[in-house]
């Protein structure tokens, strides 16, 4: 797992979200984002795969605006 992941699921309040707890979560490498650059592009083109993946596996909630 990731660092992220790890410090998402110590925290008691952040813990509960339903994203979290069913581990529907996104973690980018950080060098996607840390510059505006074409690989804003690529970060943007990976989150989007990842959307596409959980919708694919019926992972998002009916009530997700990107269920729809």
Not at 39 to 45: K, M, N
Not at 58 to 68: I, K, T
Request: avoid cysteine.
């Amino acid at each position: 797992g990731s660092a992220t992941v790890s410090v998402l699921r110590s925290s008691p309040v952040l813990a509960s979200l339903p994203a979290i707890h069913e581990e529907r979560l996104v973690v980018l490498p950080p060098r996607l984002l840390s510059a505006d650059s074409p690989r804003l592009v690529e970060a943007a083109e990976a989150l989007a795969a990842a959307v596409d993946d959980l919708l694919a596996r019926g992972s998002l909630p009916a009530a997700s605006p990107l269920a729809r």
